[in-house]
C-alpha cells in the first residue's frame, strides 16, 4: 500500500504501467523526506523510472533526485512529453523564427540571469512577470514595495539592463501589478 496516488494498468495480474502523480511534499510529510524512506519506497515499486514532469526537472525533490538514484542508468529515462520540450528549447536556442518573444517568470533572479543573458541574443521582447519583475523595478529605481526581490542578483539585473538596451531587445516590465505593502 501506497498513500500516493497511483494509477496502474494491469494485464493477466502484472503491472504495465505505474503513474504516480503529485509526489512534492504532502500534508503532514517532512518537506525533504529521507532517501532511505520515501525515495526508495518510490524505487521499489518498479524496475524503470521514467521522468516526463518538465516543468519539475530543475526541483530538487525526492521524486526528482533522489528516486532516479535508485535505478541503474538502463532502468532510467525522460518521457516523451520531456523529449519534446528538450527538442523545442533545442530548437529556439539555435534557430528560433523571428519575430522571437520569451515570456519569464520565478522568484529567484539569480537563477533565471544566464537564461535571460541567452535569450538577449535570440529574442528581440522579452515579457517580465512577477516575481521575477520587482528586483528589476529596485535596480530602475522604481516602486515595488515590500514585494520581495533577489538583492544577490541586482548586479546581474543591471547588466542585462544594459545589454538589453544596448542590442534593442524590448525588456516588457506589467505596468498593472500589485506589489506588498507589508
Same mark, same amino acid.
Given at each position: ?6 494509477? #496502474? ?5 502484472? #503491472? ?29 515499486? #518498479? ?9 519539475? #526537472? ?125
Amino acid at each position: 500500500y501506497l498513500p500516493y496516488p497511483v494509477l #496502474a494498468g494491469f494485464i493477466n495480474g502484472a #503491472a504495465l504501467l505505474i503513474l504516480l502523480s503529485a509526489l512534492r511534499p504532502m500534508i503532514g510529510m517532512p518537506a525533504r523526506p529521507s532517501l532511505e524512506g520515501f525515495a526508495a519506497e518510490l524505487a521499489a515499486i #518498479a524496475p524503470y523510472y521514467v521522468n516526463d514532469a518538465f516543468a519539475l #526537472a530543475h526541483r530538487n525533490d525526492n521524486s526528482i533526485t533522489d528516486v532516479p538514484k535508485l535505478f541503474a542508468p538502463s532502468h532510467r529515462f525522460i518521457g516523451p512529453l520531456m523529449i519534446k520540450e528538450l527538442a523545442t528549447l533545442d530548437r529556439l536556442k539555435k534557430n528560433p523564427q523571428q519575430p522571437f518573444m520569451a515570456l519569464l517568470g520565478g522568484g529567484k533572479v539569480v537563477t533565471k540571469l544566464p537564461l535571460i543573458n541567452g535569450l538577449l541574443d535570440k529574442a528581440h521582447t522579452i515579457f517580465l512577470c512577477p516575481a521575477l519583475v520587482f528586483t528589476f523595478l529596485k535596480v530602475l529605481q522604481k516602486p515595488y514595495g515590500k514585494s520581495l526581490i533577489d538583492p544577490e542578483a541586482e548586479p546581474g539585473v543591471a547588466q542585462v539592463i544594459t545589454r538589453a538596451h544596448d542590442q534593442k531587445t524590448e525588456l516588457v516590465i506589467p505596468q498593472d501589478y500589485y506589489s506588498a505593502m507589508n
